[in-house]
């Protein structure tokens, strides 16, 4: 495979080989629940993910240099490539380049979790800072999104909250990473987090959302959830 060279004609293989194995009713289903502009073909993620395994043993740069937005797979195909990427530097260049690509939830979550050069990467923090300065819908949502998977740890926690307090964003895919991400510190860090939620300016939608999701969540005791809960009755209604 390392011999193998991408040019326009193997991009176009490729894209031929994806068009063989779509799914019409995968692809009726994943319309229903992820919006993006994008063309769908309907290959499921697992699949997806097991070709870019294999792309990355060739000169998969060149390919990123190739592709075109032709359909959603491809987008999600150049999006888990990145994450392949071994230097700190280039993979930002890149990714500040795709993150404009993103219009959904499901492939900004999807590439997000392989992004594994943030762990443990200090340097992560700035660029987290960075995507949530900008007004992208889908920038900060990828932002909250990156520190809830790689950095929900006691020396991130102050800068996460203030991360929180400073998003103005209304947008729903926004908040509910802030929700989700929240959640995410209730089960590691619950009292520091119960006394953000109830002291600092939080909206009422993202209190709700992170109740919500607590709620849900099988690692916070009956106990905890419902401490969480009363801290805001008086406040906010729960349903």
Known sequence: MNSFKWNKANYKKLLSYLDSIKEE????F?????DTKYEMLGIRVPVI??????????DFIKLLELVNDDYYEVVLIYGLLLGCIKDYDLFICY?????????????????????????DNDKGI???????????EFSKRLGFVLLLNYYVKEEYLSDIF????????????VNMAVSWLLCECYVKFKDETLVFLRDKPVNDFVIR??????NDSYRVSAKDKLRL??????RISIK
């Open 25 to 28: 009713e995968y692809r009726l």
């Open 229 to 234: 809960k009363q801290a805001f009755d008086k």
């Open 126 to 136: 700035s660029f987290i800072s960075y995507l949530l300065k900008d007004e992208y």
């Open 95 to 119: 990714l500040k380049k795709f993150v404009y690509k993103i219009d959904n939830w499901a492939i900004c979550d999807i590439v997000s979790s392989s992004y594994k050069i943030f762990k």
């Open 209 to 214: 959302k992170t109740i919500s999701k607590v």
């Open 49 to 58: 993910k097991d070709l870019v395994k294999r792309i990355s043993k060739t």
């Open 162 to 173: 203030d991360f929180i307090l400073s998003n103005n964003s209304d947008k729903y895919y």
């Open 30 to 34: 994943n319309k229903k629940i992820v």
